[in-house]
């Protein structure tokens, strides 16, 4: 039975697509046979919505649409569709994913029409698109890979430019008459291809976006805020259920409803699960190829039948030797990105043909001209490379960006963050990590860590108060409120260790920034300052607070933000520790761009060191700013070494002196007042330095040192030390 000719028009708004179909309907119809049957879109929104200037839901419009098509079918009645089809998806909607009940060849008419021509057309007619949709749809169908094609099912597709011809029935009359040469030539040119279970546009590109999508986000994870956020940006809210169900909710909105069968979709992950593609090791085994099926069935299992696809045009990837070395290095750039050669002067494309040589269906040496023109017309196009990217880096595809052995370096890594460093958020990370790294089959758990970390946090997270920030559902919160540049309501409790001028109470502040210092995690924030677009920053330790609250109404822009944390890096950076004061207007000095301001606020601290306390701290040249540092000079005849670029400049004190070596440093106001990280590093040297400036530090000392004296003398002789440690433990 030959198959039933039915026509799909193609131009945007205002292009003559009407016009064109009143002219082509008396041609398609012999005497005596049934006339072909117009079906508009805009006929079926004015037969549902009573006007067809109402969009309404395009599914409804879509169903009435198809139904109408599959009854005309069924009668041996040709159909023409008369819509702008301006998308790919839109067109495969019809040529590929509808099911018929008898074979359909379709004819694609585009109609060429200059832009300024439709927007002209535009002006005259009784309900005028708006410009911005019919220059939209324009510039869809002029797009240089994802325009109309023959590939896309169509068994001839016939230009038209109404502009150029008087009378349109001449023009469609020859047009006609030439269908059947030309079909039988695009089929005997396409006799020679090996068809396969992806040799359909729409099954393949289907195939294409899910490995982009999968690259972009693995497993359609979004534990962590930052994901969660890029995925709530396409659909919203996040899809449940399996991956193929989740998968094919992400694809509808980004590509289109004729992608999103997630029946078909769960078939190509179990193909792509087959052909190595979720393993994070090289794989060397050839792509197995899906069956195509017999001519009279679908070309790959799915619930579409066999239809307008089978008579239609193929992509050049529905030929099986293209399908394969295309998805031959497709994988091997997704398990290893950025293969290139070691050495200068190497040719890329030789190299990657080298590298995949052994695979069965690879290219074949001398095939760099084949492999350069399928990157350009496969992996850009669809997203797998930027247009501007320098080859010369290789081809890295999405997040796929690590080694195998560069992954376990990465799980020690987190591994110590979540185990010494005591992350709450490290956690969640390294659960995922264990998971995906054992599903590739990479171990994990033999060998210790190259590095380590000698400091630990001294706070357990599974023993602080459940409300904590320290405990992982606060952390988490905390995270998400600080991407989101959300502000929120915290309490420090009042149980915690508190230093003078610590706040008290709830505040709201905006979270800035986690950072691990000395012994725990802290929160940087910065006050609300009602009035004022910049508030003071502070730091507290997490596990002293709570979150109370959050104001999603109240979010900061990206640059406020940015703006805030550059106010953190110069006060970590000139304060050497996180204490950052209690004073806006001197942390505002310190913390801003102007160098003369700054100078003016430091507090230059000086004392002098013995020998052996200046051998410690002179090693030290980046514990504070090298450029607020001044080291002595050595005395005559020191041998030791120093580099010519450190910060010894200050003259040595006099000689005999039993603390010849000074030392300057330039440090905000509170930081010489108040930090406890200066005093612990300062004050530990004991004997060994001479505090001369400022005298109130001095004073400190010397107050500290007798009330150390005191409370060491005020204990009783006469109760023996055994008494107070009655449960340390002791051998028999």
């Given at each position: 039975?030959?198959?039933?000719?039915?026509?799909?028009?193609?131009?945007?708004?205002?292009?003559?697509?009407?016009?064109?179909?009143?002219?082509?309907?008396?041609?398609?119809?012999?005497?005596?046979?049934?006339?072909?049957?117009?079906?508009?879109?805009?006929?079926?929104?004015?037969?549902?919505?009573?006007?067809?200037?109402?969009?309404?839901?395009?599914?409804?419009?879509?169903?009435?649409?198809?139904?109408?098509?599959?009854?005309?079918?069924?009668?041996?009645?040709?159909?023409?569709?008369?819509?702008?089809?301006?998308?790919?998806?839109?067109?495969?909607?019809?040529?590929?994913?509808?099911?018929?009940?008898?074979?359909?060849?379709?004819?694609?008419?585009?109609?060429?029409?200059?832009?300024?021509?439709?927007?002209?057309?535009?002006?005259?007619?009784?309900?005028?698109?708006?410009?911005?949709?019919?220059?939209?749809?324009?510039?869809?169908?002029?797009?240089?890979?994802?325009?109309?094609?023959?590939?896309?099912?169509?068994?001839?597709?016939?230009?038209?430019?109404?502009?150029?011809?008087?009378?349109?029935?001449?023009?469609?009359?020859?047009?006609?008459?030439?269908?059947?040469?030309?079909?039988?030539?695009?089929?005997?040119?396409?006799?020679?291809?090996?068809?396969?279970?992806?040799?359909?546009?729409?099954?393949?590109?289907?195939?294409?976006?899910?490995?982009?999508?999968?690259?972009?986000?693995?497993?359609?994870?979004?534990?962590?805020?930052?994901?969660?956020?890029?995925?709530?940006?396409?659909?919203?809210?996040?899809?449940e259920g399996e991956l193929a169900d989740r998968a094919a909710a992400v694809l509808?909105?980004?590509?289109?409803?004729v992608y999103a069968d997630a029946d078909a979709v769960r078939g190509d992950l179990?193909?792509?699960?087959?052909?190595?593609?979720?393993?994070?090791?090289?794989?060397?085994?050839?792509?197995?190829?899906?069956?195509?099926?017999?001519?009279?069935?679908?070309?790959?299992?799915?619930?579409?039948?066999?239809?307008?696809?089978?008579?239609?045009?193929?992509?050049?990837?529905?030929?099986?030797?293209?399908?394969?070395?295309?998805?031959?290095?497709?994988?091997?750039?997704?398990?290893?990105?950025?293969?290139?050669?070691?050495?200068?002067?190497?040719?890329?494309?030789?190299?990657?043909?080298?590298?995949?040589?052994?695979?069965?269906?690879?290219?074949?040496?001398?095939?760099?001209?084949?492999?350069?023109?399928?990157?350009?017309?496969?992996?850009t196009p669809y997203g797998f490379r930027s247009r501007n990217d320098n080859v010369?880096?290789?081809?890295?595809?999405?997040?796929?960006?690590?080694?195998?052995?560069?992954?376990?370096?990465?799980?020690?890594?987190?591994?110590?963050?979540?185990?010494?460093?005591?992350?709450?958020?490290?956690?969640?990370?390294?659960?995922?990590?264990?998971?995906?790294?054992?599903?590739?089959?990479?171990?994990?758990?033999?060998?210790?860590?190259?590095?380590?970390?000698?400091?630990?946090?001294?706070?357990?997270?599974?023993?602080?108060?459940?409300?904590?920030?320290?405990?992982?559902?606060?952390?988490?919160?905390?995270?998400?409120?600080?991407?989101?540049?959300?502000?929120?309501?915290?309490?420090?409790?009042?149980?915690?260790?508190?230093?003078?001028?610590?706040?008290?109470?709830?505040?709201?502040?905006?979270?800035?920034?986690?950072?691990?210092?000395?012994?725990?995690?802290?929160?940087?924030?910065?006050?609300?300052?009602?009035?004022?677009?910049?508030?003071?920053?502070?730091?507290?330790?997490?596990?002293?607070?709570?979150?109370?609250?959050?104001?999603?109404?109240?979010?900061?822009?990206?640059?406020?933000?940015?703006?805030?944390?550059?106010?953190?890096?110069?006060?970590?950076?000139?304060?050497?520790?996180?204490?950052?004061?209690?004073?806006?207007?001197?942390?505002?000095?310190?913390?801003?761009?102007?160098?003369?301001?700054?100078?003016?606020?430091?507090?230059?601290?000086?004392?002098?060191?013995?020998?052996?306390?200046?051998?410690?701290?002179?090693?030290?040249?980046?514990?504070?700013?090298?450029?607020?540092?001044?080291?002595?000079?050595?005395?005559?005849?020191?041998?030791?070494?120093?580099?010519?670029?450190?910060?010894?400049?200050?003259?040595?004190?006099?000689?005999?002196?039993?603390?010849?070596?000074?030392?300057?440093?330039?440090?905000?106001?509170?930081?010489?007042?108040?930090?406890?990280?200066?005093?612990?590093?300062?004050?530990?040297?004991?004997?060994?330095?001479?505090?001369?400036?400022?005298?109130?530090?001095?004073?400190?000392?010397?107050?500290?040192?007798?009330?150390?004296?005191?409370?060491?003398?005020?204990?009783?002789?006469?109760?023996?030390?055994?008494?107070?440690?009655?449960?340390?433990?002791?051998?028999?």
């Open positions: 039975m030959a198959p039933l000719r039915c026509h799909v028009l193609i131009g945007q708004p205002a292009s003559g697509k009407t016009t064109l179909a009143l002219s082509l309907a008396p041609l398609l119809s012999a005497p005596g046979d049934p006339q072909a049957l117009v079906l508009s879109t805009d006929r079926i929104r004015q037969e549902a919505f009573g006007d067809a200037a109402v969009q309404g839901p395009w599914i409804e419009i879509q169903q009435r649409l198809h139904q109408r098509i599959q009854e005309a079918v069924a009668a041996a009645i040709p159909v023409i569709v008369d819509a702008t089809h301006a998308r790919r998806g839109w067109r495969l909607a019809i040529t590929q994913a509808l099911p018929l009940p008898q074979p359909v060849e379709w004819i694609g008419w585009w109609l060429h029409t200059p832009l300024p021509t439709s927007l002209e057309w535009n002006q005259r007619r009784e309900r005028p698109v708006p410009v911005p949709v019919i220059q939209e749809m324009a510039a869809a169908l002029a797009d240089p890979h994802f325009g109309p094609c023959r590939a896309e099912g169509f068994a001839a597709l016939c230009a038209v430019v109404p502009t150029h011809h008087q009378e349109l029935e001449p023009v469609l009359r020859q047009e006609l008459a030439a269908l059947d040469k030309r079909i039988r030539s695009a089929r005997s040119r396409e006799n020679r291809l090996q068809l396969h279970g992806y040799s359909r546009l729409l099954d393949l590109e289907r195939l294409l976006f899910l490995i982009r999508l999968l690259v972009s986000f693995p497993d359609l994870n979004a534990a962590d805020p930052a994901t969660r956020e890029e995925l709530e940006a396409l659909v919203s809210p996040l899809p509808r909105r980004l590509h289109g409803e179990a193909w792509l699960e087959e052909n190595g593609f979720t393993s994070a090791t090289a794989v060397e085994t050839p792509i197995r190829l899906r069956d195509a099926g017999p001519p009279d069935r679908p070309l790959r299992r799915s619930r579409v039948p066999a239809a307008g696809g089978v008579h239609g045009g193929h992509p050049p990837m529905g030929d099986a030797p293209v399908f394969l070395r295309v998805i031959t290095l497709l994988r091997h750039l997704l398990q290893s990105p950025f293969d290139r050669e070691r050495e200068k002067g190497g040719n890329l494309h030789r190299h990657l043909i080298a590298r995949t040589a052994a695979i069965p269906g690879a290219y074949l040496p001398g095939e760099s001209a084949t492999l350069r023109k399928d990157l350009e017309k496969i992996l010369r880096h290789g081809y890295c595809l999405g997040t796929a960006v690590l080694s195998a052995p560069r992954l376990r370096e990465v799980h020690a890594v987190v591994r110590q963050a979540a185990g010494r460093l005591a992350d709450p958020s490290a956690r969640d990370l390294l659960d995922d990590l264990d998971e995906r790294l054992g599903w590739a089959g990479i171990d994990t758990g033999s060998g210790a860590p190259v590095r380590s970390y000698a400091r630990h946090a001294i706070v357990d997270p599974a023993l602080v108060r459940r409300e904590s920030l320290a405990a992982p559902r606060g952390a988490e919160a905390i995270e998400a409120a600080i991407f989101e540049h959300r502000r929120v309501r915290l309490e420090r409790f009042a149980s915690a260790g508190t230093f003078p001028g610590s706040p008290e109470g709830e505040q709201r502040v905006w979270p800035l920034q986690l950072i691990f210092h000395s012994i725990g995690w802290y929160l940087i924030f910065e006050d609300d300052h009602v009035g004022r677009s910049a508030g003071l920053i502070r730091c507290e330790r997490l596990d002293r607070l709570a979150l109370r609250g959050g104001e999603g109404h109240f979010r900061r822009s990206d640059e406020e933000h940015r703006h805030a944390l550059r106010r953190v890096e110069r006060l970590l950076h000139h304060c050497g520790g996180i204490h950052f004061g209690s004073d806006l207007e001197p942390q505002l000095a310190v913390a801003g761009a102007s160098a003369q301001r700054r100078a003016q606020t430091l507090v230059t601290l000086r004392f002098s060191c013995t020998p052996w306390a200046f051998a410690f701290i002179r090693e030290g040249v980046q514990r504070y700013p090298i450029e607020q540092t001044r080291f002595s000079l050595p005395l005559p005849g020191d041998a030791w070494w120093h580099h010519p670029k450190a910060p010894h400049v200050l003259a040595p004190n006099l000689e005999g002196d039993s603390h010849p070596y000074p030392v300057e440093l330039d440090l905000p106001p509170w930081t010489v007042a108040e930090d406890v990280d200066l005093r612990s590093w300062l004050f530990g040297f004991g004997g060994g330095i001479r505090i001369e400036a400022p005298e109130a530090v001095r004073l400190e000392l010397i107050q500290r040192c007798r009330d150390t004296l005191a409370a060491q003398d005020s204990r009783p002789d006469q109760q023996p030390a055994a008494r107070f440690f009655p449960h340390r433990l002791r051998r028999d």
